[in-house]
């Protein structure tokens, strides 16, 4: 079992950032791909960031690219969502995932993938 924990959430005005954090604990974290996924209200979750085992890769939505950042600290047994420039319809409550991984390199995007989720932290973006 892996356990997530999220934290980071919060009110910010568009234009603004946020950086939210995910926690994992109970089996080696360095062997899980991760990702973070967003739910708005009224909609389906949707793929946000991915990041492979090693971190050596990423992967984006479309909507983020450029203003989102994936990371993780395998010594920390942390994952990271850096937002910048938001704006509302970035307005979701945000969820990170696990999936044990085989590859170093490999990134998943498809939410059924995974196996392990936290309970999210809401990000609200104001106009």
């Known amino acids: 079992q892996v356990q997530l924990v999220e934290s980071g959430g919060g009110l910010v005005q568009a234009g603004g950032s946020l950086r939210l954090s995910c926690a994992a604990s109970g089996r080696t974290f360095s062997n899980y791909a991760m990702g973070w996924f967003r739910q708005a209200p009224g909609k389906e979750r949707e793929f946000v960031a991915a990041?492979?085992?090693?971190?050596?890769?990423?992967n984006y939505a479309d909507p983020v690219k450029g203003r989102f950042t994936i990371s993780r600290d395998n010594t920390k047994n942390t994952v990271a969502l850096q937002m910048n420039s938001l704006k509302p319809e970035d307005t979701a409550v945000y969820s990170c995932?696990?999936?044990?991984?085989?590859?170093?390199?490999?990134?998943?995007?498809?939410?059924?993938?995974?196996?392990?989720w936290g309970q999210g932290t809401r990000v609200t973006v104001s106009t």
């Open positions: 995932a696990a999936v044990r991984s085989i590859g170093a390199l490999v990134v998943r995007t498809e939410s059924a993938a995974y196996d392990y």
């Open positions: 990041i492979s085992r090693s971190g050596g890769r990423t």
